[in-house]
């Protein structure tokens, strides 16, 4: 696939490259301590889940670490699964000069309407619960 990042802009609102690096829980999830009050916040492709990667050789880690720290409104267990990459930016930590949002589909026991969150690999952001969900307890 072809394309000409030329005419692409960067609509990424919520980059913060002095995020604090999250805390991890038994290496398999991060520790996810804060609700966002934005809506939008990993609803919106403008405000996506930032879990840059470039500490670790696997491009998909974050997002499944983020994944595993998430829990349904109540505390349900989640079932998720990527859906797609959309939403080309520019960025200069991609070798290609671009990246590209990942979009998964999240799910629970009871859920009436499968939520879709945006992440992005490339940029740094604080960690926060998207509204609506909640963190994981401990089992």
């Excluded at 994944?67 to 699964?81: M, Q």
């Excluded at 991609?94 to 490339?122: H, M, R, T």
């Amino acid at each position: 696939m072809l394309f000409s990042c030329g005419s692409i802009k960067n609509t990424i609102k919520n980059i913060d490259d002095t995020a604090p690096t999250p805390l991890l829980k038994n290496n398999i999830s991060f520790v996810l301590s804060e609700i966002s009050d934005d809506p939008k916040y990993g609803y919106d492709p403008d405000y996506p889940i930032n879990i840059f990667y470039r500490n670790t050789a696997n491009d998909t880690i974050n997002q499944e670490r983020f994944l595993k720290a998430l829990a349904g409104p109540n505390g349900e267990k989640i079932f998720y699964e990527k859906l797609e990459s959309c939403c080309p930016f520019p960025t200069k930590r991609s070798e290609i000069g671009a990246g590209f949002l990942d979009v998964y589909q999240v799910n629970w026991v009871g859920c009436k309407k499968p939520l879709k969150l945006y992440f992005n690999i490339y940029e740094k952001g604080k960690l926060m619960v998207p509204k609506g969900l909640t963190a994981k307890k401990d089992e």
